[in-house]
């Protein structure tokens, strides 16, 4: 099994930013893309962004440009740093990361419990 712990989540003023934690532990033997969702009241989970065993990334259109993730892969943690933080970015932001437990498994998807923020206006 393999664990994700999500951080950084808290309420901020719009223009402000957080930098949010992704913490994977458990029997890993190789991560592939991790990524963070989120998921406002009444809405759909959105992809937010992704990055790749080699360090491509993906943003969505909604935060390219004020958001950066990374990951540090001797830790399986990823980053995800939000600036100018608008009132609709709140949500809560869940952690996603595609995983092989050994060598024979297959690529397994795991999510955390989800860190909420929350952009006052």
């Known amino acids: 099994q393999v664990q994700l712990v999500e951080s950084g989540g808290g309420l901020v003023q719009a223009g402000g930013s957080l930098r949010l934690s992704c913490a994977a532990s458990?029997?890993?033997?190789?991560?592939?893309?991790m990524g963070w969702y989120r998921q406002a009241p009444g809405k759909q989970r959105e992809l937010v962004a992704i990055?790749?065993?080699?360090?491509?990334?993906t943003y969505a259109a909604s935060v390219k440009g004020r958001s950066t993730v990374s990951r540090d892969n001797a830790k399986n943690t990823m980053y995800l740093q939000m600036n100018s933080l608008k009132p609709e970015d709140t949500a809560v932001y869940y952690c996603?990361?595609?995983?092989?437990?050994?060598?024979?498994?297959?690529?397994?998807?795991?999510w955390g419990q989800g860190t909420q923020v929350t952009v006052s206006s």
């Open positions: 990055i790749t065993n080699s360090g491509s990334t």
């Open positions: 996603n990361t595609i995983v092989r437990a050994d060598v024979r498994s297959d690529w397994r998807s795991y």
């Open positions: 458990g029997r890993i033997f190789s991560i592939n893309s």
